[in-house]
């Protein structure tokens, strides 16, 4: 209480001296006494004062409704009325100059007391409020930024896939595919590749990440992709390329779930490298699940090629099958209540007789009914290859 310094502005000396000698009674300092409203705003740019005591009737050209007015625009300080009865019209006046307090005349000590504590103690709480809502603004204001600047990472990263993917490949008639990203960019990625007249080569990657961090990993995969597949080299020879090539430059903590098949017409094989990612599915002709060609390899760009293996599975095709690869967003897609669609869901989709022709577009359509209001928490991509 000792370091609160009190203002008067009060004009008759009596009053003047008596609510001194309360104020230093309750512990206060008096910083000064004035008894006009252009004496008052001089002094108290002189003192700084923690409060000011205003009778509104005083000296001057001002009276203290408007030198009130003046406090309140020029510094922040609080004020409490001191003053005798006035009439309706005075007191609305003063009332829009929002003082925080009123004291009327004659009154105790312990009334003066009472108003001055809960004024400063408002006037403090109003401040730290005031202080926390200029850092809320300077800390939504950066998040703003901040929020800006990764939507156009992300448009960018989108642009960097479009770019990057031959589209006319994948507007093959043996190509379908759907790709629902949990955002602007989707971080996994199709590549599909003809093998001459005698076969297809298809990639399809799932990058930890999302937006720069997978465009960043985007580029030597179709790079070394479209390259090696013009070649029509071996697909163990591809994954080791990309395996190389992301182990060397991608940050720790970045990697791809991948799996990459070669569809070769000339001996009715599919050949399949499944690294990270859920079951490759072969479905005949008719329906039904033919085979199912888990992954049996680590992700690429986490390990050497001597660990992460390239040994690869073949298994034999009919005209007509149908292979199914999927990102883990797939089977991991939830409903409000957490639950995951899950690969008996997905697997029931390919029961004997069903509609072979709309599968894909089937399926997507139930991953969205389960999911109904559920937020999307990964990419979600799903391609099918028919052996023609």
């Known amino acids: 209480m000792a370091d609160h310094k009190i203002f008067i502005v009060e004009d008759e000396e009596i009053v003047a001296r008596d609510i001194s000698d309360m104020l230093e ?23 700084g004062p923690d409060l000011v005591l205003m009778d509104i ?5 001002m009276d203290g409704v408007e030198t009130t007015d003046q406090i309140r625009r020029r510094f922040d300080i609080p004020v409490v009325y001191v003053t005798g009865s006035v009439d309706q019209k005075t007191l609305q006046r003063a009332k829009v100059t929002a003082p925080l307090g009123f004291v009327v005349k004659p009154f105790r000590i312990k009334d003066l007391h009472s108003s001055i504590e809960v004024a400063l103690y408002t006037h403090g709480l109003g401040k730290k409020l005031r202080e926390s809502e200029g850092h809320l603004r300077a800390v939504f204001d950066e998040l703003t930024s901040v929020h800006k600047q990764l939507r156009r990472d992300y448009e960018l990263a989108s ?10 490949y994948l507007e093959r008639r043996d190509v379908k595919y759907f790709m629902i990203p949990q955002d602007i960019a989707c971080g996994d990625l199709v590549l599909v590749s003809p093998k001459g007249p005698n076969g297809l080569y298809a990639f399809v990657g799932d990058f930890t990440g999302h937006g720069l ?15 090696m597949t013009a070649g029509n080299r071996a697909i163990s020879d591809i994954v080791a390329a990309i395996n190389a090539k992301l182990k060397a430059t991608l940050p720790t903590g970045l990697f791809c779930c991948a799996c990459m098949i070669e569809l070769d017409y000339a001996r009715d094989r599919l050949i399949v490298w499944n690294g990270g990612m859920p079951d490759v599915l072969v479905v005949g002709k008719q329906g039904g699940i033919k085979n199912r060609l888990p992954f049996s ?10 660990d992460l293996g390239l040994d690869v599975e073949e298994v034999e095709m009919a005209h007509g099958d149908r292979v199914y690869i999927c990102s883990d967003g797939v089977i991991e897609t939830s409903d409000p ?10 697997e029931k989709q390919f029961y004997p007789g069903h509609d072979a022709e709309n599968a894909l577009d089937n399926i997507r359509k139930s991953l969205e ?14 391609v099918e290859l028919t052996y023609l």
């Open 25 to 47: 009674q309750l512990g206060y300092q008096v910083a000064a006494v004035a008894d006009s409203g252009e004496e008052a705003l001089s002094r108290i740019a002189e003192t």
């Open 57 to 61: 009737q005083i000296k001057g050209s």
């Open 159 to 168: 642009t960097v896939f479009t770019n990057v993917v031959k589209r006319d």
């Open 213 to 227: 961090s997978a465009a960043i990993g985007a580029i030597p995969v179709s790079d070394i992709f479209y390259a």
């Open 297 to 306: 390899h680590p992700a690429l760009g986490v390990m050497g090629n001597d």
């Open 337 to 346: 209540g957490g639950e995951e669609f899950g690969q008996r869901r997905l």
């Open 369 to 382: 009914a389960f999911r109904k209001d559920a937020p999307r928490s990964d990419d979600i991509t799903m």
